[in-house]
């Protein structure tokens, strides 16, 4: 499968849009309203928490990218860093189902802001999973029509999703100097330290497109000055645009509204400011933010199970194709469908914030590992992977006391990754390999 680019090179400015594009996507759309009920009046330093974590693993990300530049982007860190085997297979297989959780995501938070312009049936959760089941099978036709339109409709959405939050910011900073709502900003009104902390790691998700950039690296133009500025420009402005859009929603909406409206706060917080118009146009960026982030998830996807194939980590028959797509595509959309269907917004959002705090953390100890090679800080990257493990550890064992389910179905994922792994390197790579020896 080769997606090589024949036209040039990419631009800084380019590099930039595919991360901020891979981070505003659903994920702020699906998460803001989970993070306010479990932050309060805190919800922007827990997107400043999980932003902060983002920042430190882009630097191994960074440093890596150079040195290894390679269109498996990731993949190809934890290959080089640990080597082929159980672990680095079961570390990419785990990437694979984050982007089918992360889907999973993006299709619920489609299908929470669609019925607010139209319903369907009388039953609001029934129009859920329907325009969810809906979208992921329109972006899987596009995907098999055409990867080109694929990469059209990222471009075009990007910069409309960027135009409508932006416009909402500008509006939202100068409807905040009336609301009646800015007390809840207060100290007082915030959730205790460890809290916020959790809250910021529900929330993770809403960072983790950042490693798209990866992906790109190889065709990045001037990469040892370029592709460190694309990593953290692009960070830094998603976590300033979503501490103030955390900021805005917090200080105009009462609590009791963030809770009713959870699922699509973002589109109510803008009715304060300019009414139904505000809640409409809002909605619209949702569903044209998702749509396209599923799109991209979906060739993403696909493509790592190819990369993994490739690299004898899965099945070689997940290099075949399947209506001129590698078969992934499709596996992909069944298990999106799948998951969409079956778990709940926070199990989804929590299972993939614990699958990329894990990738993350692994990659960020092979920034440390490999620092001569790379020439990068050990101490950034140290600490990028202690402030990930830490992370995922409180993560943990908070939402084990409040929610058992969603730590269950998010390990027993992890699990099932490296299992199947163990299961193909004992009875299918290795037995291979003796008889070609």
């Given at each position: 499968?080769?997606?090589?680019?024949?036209?040039?090179?990419?631009?800084?400015?380019?590099?930039?849009?595919?991360?901020?594009?891979?981070?505003?996507?659903?994920?702020?759309?699906?998460?803001?309203?989970?993070?306010?009920?479990?932050?309060?009046?805190?919800?922007?330093?827990?997107?400043?928490?999980?932003?902060?974590?983002?920042?430190?693993?882009?630097?191994?990300?960074?440093?890596?990218?150079?040195?290894?530049?390679?269109?498996?982007g990731?993949?190809?860190?934890?290959?080089?860093?640990?080597?082929?085997?159980?672990?680095?297979?079961?570390?990419?297989?785990?990437?694979?189902?984050?982007?089918?959780?992360?889907?999973?995501?993006?299709?619920?938070?489609?299908?929470?802001?669609?019925?607010?312009?139209?319903?369907?049936?009388?039953?609001?959760?029934?129009?859920?999973?329907?325009?969810?089941?809906?979208i992921?099978?329109?972006?899987t036709?596009?995907?098999?029509?055409?990867?080109?339109?694929?990469?059209?409709?990222?471009?075009?959405?990007?910069?409309?999703?960027?135009?409508?939050l932006?416009?909402?910011?500008?509006?939202?900073?100068?409807?905040?100097?009336?609301?009646?709502?800015?007390?809840?900003?207060?100290?007082?009104?915030?959730?205790?330290?460890?809290?916020?902390?959790?809250?910021?790691?529900?929330?993770?998700?809403?960072?983790?497109?950042?490693?798209?950039?990866?992906?790109?690296?190889?065709?990045?133009?001037?990469?040892?000055?370029?592709?460190?500025?694309?990593?953290?420009?692009?960070?830094?402005?998603?976590?300033?645009?979503?501490?103030?859009?955390?900021?805005i929603?917090?200080?105009?909406?009462?609590?009791?509204?963030?809770?009713?409206?959870?699922?699509?706060?973002?589109?109510?917080?803008?009715k304060?400011?300019?009414?139904?118009?505000?809640?409409?146009?809002?909605?619209?960026?949702?569903?044209?933010?998702?749509?396209?982030?599923?799109?991209?998830?979906?060739?993403?996807?696909?493509?790592?199970?190819?990369?993994?194939?490739?690299?004898?980590?899965?099945?070689?028959?997940?290099?075949?194709?399947?209506?001129?797509?590698?078969?992934?595509?499709?596996?992909?959309?069944?298990?999106?469908?799948?998951?969409?269907?079956?778990?709940?917004?926070e199990?989804?959002?929590?299972a993939?914030?614990?699958?990329?705090?894990?990738?993350?953390?692994?990659?960020?100890?092979?920034?440390?590992?490999?620092?001569?090679?790379?020439?990068?800080?050990?101490?950034?990257?140290?600490?990028?992977?202690?402030s990930?493990?830490?992370?995922?550890?409180?993560?943990?064992?908070?939402?084990?006391?409040?929610?058992?389910?969603?730590?269950?179905?998010?390990?027993?994922?992890?699990?099932?990754?490296?299992?199947?792994?163990?299961?193909?390197?004992?009875?299918?790579?290795?037995?291979?390999?003796?008889?070609?020896?």
């Amino acid at each position: 499968m080769n997606n090589s680019k024949e036209e040039g090179q990419v631009s800084l400015k380019e590099a930039i849009s595919i991360g901020i594009g891979g981070m505003v996507g659903g994920g702020i759309f699906a998460v803001l309203g989970l993070a306010t009920d479990l932050a309060k009046g805190g919800t922007p330093v827990a997107f400043l928490i999980a932003g902060t974590i983002a920042l430190l693993t882009a630097y191994s990300y960074a440093k890596l990218s150079i040195t290894y530049p390679d269109k498996g982007g990731t993949v190809k860190f934890i290959n080089v860093g640990y080597g082929i085997n159980i672990f680095s297979g079961g570390i990419n297989n785990l990437l694979w189902v984050s982007y089918i959780i992360m889907l999973s995501l993006y299709a619920s938070a489609f299908g929470s802001y669609a019925p607010n312009l139209y319903q369907i049936t009388d039953t609001t959760s029934i129009d859920v999973h329907i325009y969810s089941s809906l979208i992921i099978i329109i972006a899987t036709l596009i995907n098999y029509f055409s990867i080109k339109l694929v990469s059209r409709i990222e471009s075009i959405a990007v910069f409309i999703k960027l135009i409508i939050l932006l416009g909402f910011v500008g509006i939202g900073i100068y409807g905040l100097s009336d609301s009646t709502h800015l007390s809840q900003l207060n100290l007082s009104q915030w959730e205790s330290p460890i809290n916020l902390v959790v809250a910021g790691m529900m929330i993770f998700v809403a960072y983790e497109g950042f490693e798209l950039i990866a992906n790109t690296a190889p065709d990045i133009s001037n990469p040892k000055k370029n592709i460190p500025k694309a990593y953290f420009y692009s960070v830094i402005f998603v976590i300033i645009l979503y501490v103030i859009i955390a900021i805005i929603t917090v200080g105009s909406l009462d609590f009791s509204q963030i809770a009713t409206a959870k699922d699509y706060v973002l589109a109510e917080a803008a009715k304060p400011m300019l009414g139904q118009m505000g809640f409409t146009v809002i909605t619209i960026a949702a569903l044209i933010s998702t749509f396209s982030a599923i799109n991209a998830s979906l060739y993403g996807g696909s493509r790592v199970s190819y990369e993994l194939a490739e690299d004898d980590e899965l099945p070689t028959q997940l290099t075949c194709q399947l209506w001129n797509q590698p078969v992934g595509l499709m596996i992909t959309t069944v298990g999106t469908l799948i998951l969409v269907n079956t778990l709940e917004l926070e199990s989804i959002s929590t299972a993939g914030s614990v699958g990329f705090l894990i990738i993350f953390a692994a990659v960020n100890f092979v920034g440390f590992k490999l620092h001569k090679e790379i020439k990068g800080n050990k101490v950034i990257a140290l600490v990028g992977f202690l402030s990930c493990f830490i992370a995922l550890l409180i993560l943990i064992v908070k939402q084990f006391s409040a929610n058992r389910m969603n730590v269950i179905i998010a390990l027993g994922i992890v699990v099932f990754c490296f299992l199947m792994e163990f299961i193909y390197r004992k009875h299918g790579i290795h037995t291979v390999k003796k008889n070609k020896d």
